[in-house]
């Protein structure tokens, strides 16, 4: 049975290069909120026999960075998970209703490079001088050459060959006839870089526990929570975030091999369940198809709650720990 959902939600996201016509980017948005939407019914019929069919501000509770596009996934999925019923009908043409969004505390679902100086420095000490990224860069080099040339852009480097891949997986979404030159990168060898460069944000358990560790230790407090008082906790809570987010929270729970790059609107699921007396946890990543079972490295599937907690221990830390670590220099 389950008593609890944390959900993870992927904004829809547009990168350019270029020139990039307006007609693009508005079909993109478009997409991106039809998508967000029908996760949002998708989520509503999973959770049907566990969601009320109303919203209420005591069973449920969505959180966001502070970027545009985050606010409008999370109303438009909003949209399809909570439409208006009985007396929250206002108007009958309109089946969607207010529900409030609240911006998430910084350290708790962050956009990474926000706030936290130590962080960005560990990240780019990542690509300069693990040998994993040294050599991607090193082999690469005629690669960001032939980039450079065609996409009028100065490519240097594994984050620059991902921006060339996001415009152009963009235009392959909207059926756009990619220009000739395309055809000797994209998908290949470009995919293969892009889902190198997202792992890079949780390469390193001091980048897991500055990317992740404060979400990891709101899940655990949350839970814990909800068993001491479930009337004073929320049954759902939901985060809208980024694709770097979804990619190092799976990537800290050791199961991002091998790594991919999360698709838009795609989605983890963290249930809390009670079966025969014992708190089990369960994860769910819904990417480009699924949900599909997520197995937590050191733990099955039904992951026991303690020892949840103890696999994770290496990297929770609280709000207030991240941002005394976030102000320390990287000195070696």
């Excluded at 944390?6 to 993109?28: P, Q, R």
């Amino acid at each position: 049975m389950i008593v609890e959902v944390i959900k993870v939600l992927l904004t829809f996201g547009v990168t350019t290069f270029g020139s990039a016509e307006e007609s693009t980017l508005l079909n993109v948005i478009q997409e991106g909120k039809r998508e967000h939407y029908e996760l949002g019914r998708f989520t509503r019929r999973r959770y049907q026999d566990f969601l009320p069919e109303k919203y209420s501000r005591e069973d449920f509770i969505v959180w966001t960075t502070n970027t545009d596009r985050t606010y409008m996934s999370a109303s438009c999925h909003l949209a399809g998970l909570f439409p208006p019923v009985g007396e929250q009908v206002w108007h009958k043409d309109i089946p969607w209703q207010p529900i409030p969004i609240f911006p998430s505390e910084l350290a708790t679902m962050n956009p990474l490079f926000v706030g936290c100086n130590r962080y960005s420095t560990l990240h780019k000490k990542v690509w300069s001088t693990e040998e994993h990224y040294v050599q991607i860069d090193r082999e690469n080099q005629e690669l960001y050459e032939y980039l450079t040339e065609n996409s009028g852009t100065n490519i240097t480097s594994l984050f620059d060959a991902f921006l060339i891949f996001d415009a152009l997986h963009i235009e392959d979404r909207q059926k756009h006839v990619l220009p000739e030159w395309t055809k000797a990168v994209y998908p290949e060898p470009l995919s293969s870089l892009a889902n190198e460069l997202v792992k890079s944000f949780s390469f390193t358990d001091e980048q897991k526990r500055l990317s992740t560790g404060p979400f990891l230790y709101f899940v655990i407090r949350q839970f814990e929570a909800y068993l001491a008082d479930p009337s004073s906790a929320h049954k759902y809570l939901q985060f809208s975030a980024h694709d770097f987010n979804i990619a190092s929270i799976l990537n800290t729970l050791g199961a991002f091999e091998p790594p991919l790059v999360p698709n838009f609107a795609s989605t983890i699921y963290i249930e809390l369940r009670e079966q025969n007396g014992t708190n089990l946890i369960n994860v769910y990543y819904k990417n480009y198809d699924g949900p599909e079972q997520i197995i937590i490295k050191g733990c099955d599937f039904n992951c026991n709650l303690q020892d949840f907690k103890s696999i994770v221990d290496n990297f929770a830390i609280s709000p207030e720990e991240w941002y005394q670590i976030c102000e320390t220099e990287v000195t070696d």
